[in-house]
């Protein structure tokens, strides 16, 4: 009697703190989970902002990369290929000679200058009767096209609805070894650079699932490459893990990206010349030119991570080790020079003393 | 020093700095600071009940003001059917407060309560620099004409004060004169309900109440061209329940002199004189309401002993603290303390836990604006527009605007909507803008923008989230504002805002992880990495430092191969950047 009494007062009591356990636990697991996060190195966003963004991406440099018209003329300058530009119209006024302008060609991209998250673009894939043909098959006459290129000009695709310019560049075309791999859509590589050198690198492969567009948000694949050869090393689709691609069913792993030691190389310049520390470079493979640099991102976002299953705070921290090791060697070469000077200097006074 | 440690130096600085002004404060002032009384500070106590008979029942009570001679410290007000409502349109005669039925109630008995706090100071004190304009010399031909009860121009009056003022000129011996002879040959009497209290009834009478005798103080000086008045406020006498007590005031050229001919003070009241209003004895009133009956209770809650100003830092800590500001200044301190607070709460949301809001302190402005629990029908209201804006925005969207216009399209429906609501309340009966404040309406117009955005890129799932997740933060700071102990503990320590600012510049370089990133990176947990050969990230001079080769995991956790990979784009890189490292040195 007692017993069953004694045992439903410490199930009662079990009961009243059961919510102060449970919420115990859950602040338990967090912990554990963050230090176990922390042992993988995954970088958390705070981290990146802080580390990263605000120390080594001067705030004065973005708009370079957030503007395309100056990313191609920077590129042009140091060597870079990027998508081949046919035409800039900055006013209004210039729409008078579009026609004129795009006689030579045949398919091309429309975008602003500073738009962000694809919006504005434009792709014309061909030629009609009537007019152009649109990627999903419409077709624009020439005034519905001008009315785009306005748009684009008065500012309704940039940041802040400023006045914007309005580029028609060249069509990429899909690199045949990518053909198996991407049904629709151009596949990109993203490379993040630190500090000059590249920390983690993957292949965005676009499905039906995104619209023919590259983006992990949306559903495309995320494939994580290996820094140093170009080789798929994981794969996820809206952060869980793959094999096989979900619209052709061929096995991912055996993906290797053509021309990689370009891209990398490429990308370093890149980031090198836009004088930010921490950027993530897009290059798209075309099937004529190869590796073409298609944009720099100041801000990159962290799901490279997950597609590459593996932290990024572990590549940046071995960079950092690797570049505070050269310093350091490259600072005692040149006391070793300046001692060897001092040295000199001492010997000659002595000549001079001995021959006075 | 690194730039973490930097913020950390300055935040311990900024913390300890208002630590120790704090208990500074406190060992001056002691629990003082926490409403600093003065010498003589009074509690007063109103209660009122009767029965509303309709629906637009309306009562009306008056609080004490805030002059040279008094400091409103606090006032609380509440009732469960009732509804109250500050009114300081002439908050130089009078404060009222307006009580009306609370949406839903039915009409029934009802009960109220409002305890006010003020301190008194025997005259203008250095405690309490407040003009005031009630003070003011009279302007030329105010308070001398005759009114209601004060027949100031009847014959009888007129021959009365002629004869007490007989041959004196100044005005200080004919206002002496006057009083005294109210003071002493008028009798006191009981004020009794329905008596006529008329300065003409009380003079044939040759008695009456203190209303009364005042009345006739104030006609017979007027009658003379002396500016008198009527006060109205409360006193203490020997039981512990009172009835408003009425006094005056005369203007003799220099200043307001007090008189009370009831009790007999002249020129100097002695303490406990609260002054609630001038001229209008009725402190009390309804429209709509039967069996109406109040009463006033003062007491005083502190004793001379336990003044604070003791010490000169002490009077210091008095002069400087937010309790000793006017109550709409007051409000407004209140308003600006509590705003730093609610951006700390954002940012723990923000970077700590990882929520996405609409806009960066939106949601704290929204939430400051609903702290009051009175507005929570509001936020319903908030939210209904918001959605109803999002689909007009829907429609403006085939219209193809430019981005300002097209916000200020929305401001303008943003508007229409609300004058709407407003309108459609009013037909119902309510008051409209005692439910909603108006003042977040900006900030709705760019939080229909952001939705919209946010639903064109991403999905209407991800911007309804975002929504929730924005009303979350907004009613956490809402809820925790709410709390008056927040607010008052504040205004006895502003210094709290230098923890505050620590606080904010901690966070500014917290590196952890969001909580909302311990879920995003879960996949990543169960993996111990790819079952890949090793990643060599190439670094100058053929040093390659792979993903497991810098000590950062602990050994055997990931034992992948220390593979080095020569290859053509470690030569290509070290070349670049070997040129750009001998560059720069």
């Known amino acids: ?356 | 020093m690194s730039r973490s440690w930097l913020c950390l130096a300055t935040a311990a600085m900024l913390a300890a700095a208002s630590i120790v002004v704090l208990s500074l404060r406190f060992a001056c002032m002691g629990w003082q600071a926490l409403m600093p009384t003065g010498p003589d500070t009074w509690q007063i106590t109103l209660v009122a009940h009767g029965r509303t008979v309709s629906a637009d029942a309306q009562l009306s009570t008056v609080a004490p003001l805030e002059l040279p001679t008094q400091h409103l410290l606090r006032e609380d007000c509440s009732s469960e059917m009732l509804d109250c409502r500050a009114v300081d349109a002439d908050g130089r005669h009078r404060r009222r407060h307006i009580w009306t039925l609370r949406p839903g109630q039915e009409t029934g008995p009802f009960h109220l309560r409002c305890e006010f706090v003020v301190s008194l100071y025997p005259s203008r004190s250095q405690a309490n620099r407040q003009t005031s304009l009630a003070y003011a010399p009279p302007q030329p031909g105010e308070y001398v004409d005759s009114e209601l009860h004060i027949e100031s121009d009847h014959p009888e009056i007129g021959e009365l004060a002629r004869a007490v003022v007989a041959e004196r000129s100044q005005v200080n011996d004919q206002l002496e004169a006057l009083y005294r002879m109210v003071s002493t040959e008028i009798l006191n009497e009981p004020t009794v309900a329905g008596e006529s209290r008329s300065a003409l009834g009380c003079m044939r009478r040759g008695a009456g109440d203190c209303t009364a005798k005042s009345r006739l103080l104030v006609a017979l000086a007027r009658n003379r061209g002396i500016a008198a008045r009527l006060v109205v406020g409360l006193t203490q006498s020997g039981d512990n329940t009172h009835s408003p007590h009425v006094w005056v005031e005369a203007y003799d050229g220099q200043r307001w002199k007090p008189m009370c001919p009831f009790y007999r003070h002249y020129g100097k009241l002695p303490r406990a004189y609260t002054i609630f209003t001038f001229d209008d004895p009725r402190l009390v009133r309804g429209r709509g309401i039967r069996h109406l009956d109040y009463g006033y209770l003062i007491e005083k809650i502190t004793n001379d002993a336990d003044s604070v100003g003791q010490s000169w830092l002490a009077r210091q800590f008095l002069a400087t603290s937010p309790h000793m500001l006017a109550p709409a200044e007051r409000q407004l301190v209140e308003f600006l303390l509590l705003l730093p607070l609610a951006a700390l709460i954002v940012c723990v949301f923000r970077n700590v836990i990882g929520l996405h809001t609409f806009g960066t302190f939106a949601p704290a402005l929204v939430g400051l604006a609903f702290r009051e629990q009175r507005y929570l029908p509001g936020l319903m209201i908030l939210l209904a527009i918001l959605l109803v804006g999002w689909l007009l925005r829907h429609l403006l969207d085939r219209l193809h605007l430019l981005q300002v216009p097209r916000t200020a399209c929305m401001l303008s429906l943003v508007v229409m909507m609300l004058l709407g609501v407003v309108l459609l309340a009013q037909q119902l009966g309510y008051s409209a803008t005692h439910y909603i404040s108006l003042f977040p309406l900006v900030i709705l117009t760019g939080m229909i923008e952001r939705f919209w955005t946010q639903e064109a890129e991403d999905s209407t799932a991800a911007s309804l989230c975002t929504l929730l997740a924005t009303m979350a933060v907004a009613g956490t700071i809402g809820l925790a504002m709410s709390l008056t102990a927040v607010t008052r503990y504040l205004l006895s320590f502003p210094e709290t805002l230098g923890l505050i600012l620590a606080g904010q510049l901690l966070l500014g370089r917290y590196t952890g992880y969001r909580l909302s990133e311990l879920l995003r990176f879960r996949d990543l947990l169960d993996s111990t990495g790819p079952p890949a050969p090793a990643v060599a990230c190439a670094l100058p001079n053929g040093a390659l430092a792979s993903s497991n080769g810098a000590g950062t995991l602990p050994s055997g956790e990931v034992a992948l191969p220390d593979r080095i990979v020569q290859m053509q784009t470690v030569r290509l890189i070290n070349t670049t950047t070997n040129a750009r490292l001998g560059a720069n040195l």
Request: net charge positive; charged share 20%; glycine share 8%.
């Open chain 1, 1 to 356: 009697m007692t017993a069953s009494i004694q045992f439903r007062l410490i199930n009662s009591l079990v009961e009243i703190f059961r919510p102060i356990i449970n919420i115990g636990r859950l602040l338990r697991d967090c912990w554990r989970t963050s230090r176990r996060l922390r042992e993988l190195g995954i970088l958390g966003m705070n981290h990146r902002n802080a580390a990263c963004i605000l120390d080594y991406n001067p705030r004065c440099n973005f708009p370079i990369v957030d503007d395309k018209l100056r990313m191609h003329q920077l590129c042009r300058s140091i060597g870079v290929p990027t998508p081949e530009l046919f035409a800039v119209f900055r006013a209004h006024a210039q729409l008078r000679h579009l026609t004129d302008a795009l006689a030579d060609h045949a398919e091309f991209v429309v975008k602003p200058a500073r738009g962000s998250a694809g919006r504005g673009i434009l792709v014309i894939t061909g030629r009609t009767a009537t007019g152009y043909q649109r990627q999903n098959g419409q077709v624009l006459s020439s005034e519905q096209l001008s009315q785009h290129l306005s748009d684009i000009i008065s500012g309704m695709y940039s940041l802040g609805g400023r006045p914007d310019t309005a580029l028609v560049q060249q069509r990429l075309r899909l690199h045949p070894a990518f053909a198996p791999y991407a049904e629709q859509g151009i596949p990109d590589v993203r490379v993040i650079v630190y500090r000059g050198q590249p920390a983690m690198a993957m292949l965005r492969l676009p499905t039906r699932l995104s619209g023919g567009r590259a983006n992990l948000h949306q559903g495309g694949i995320g494939v994580g490459v290996e820094i140093a050869s170009g080789q798929a090393i994981h794969v996820v689709q809206h952060n869980r893990v793959l094999r096989y691609h979900p619209d052709s069913g061929i096995d991912l792993h055996s993906l290797r990206v053509p021309s990689w030691s370009a891209i990398v190389a490429m990308s370093c310049r890149v980031a090198e010349a836009v004088g930010l520390g921490y950027v993530g470079v897009d290059v798209v493979l075309d099937a004529l030119r190869g590796p073409i640099l298609l944009e720099v991102n100041a801000r990159p976002g962290l799901a490279i991570q997950i597609a590459n299953g593996q932290g990024l705070l572990t590549r940046l921290r071995a960079i950092d080790a690797a570049l505070a090791r050269q310093d350091c060697s490259s600072r005692t070469a040149t006391d070793e020079q300046a001692q060897a000077a001092t040295h000199d200097a001492q010997a000659q006074s002595a000549t001079q003393a001995r021959a006075a």
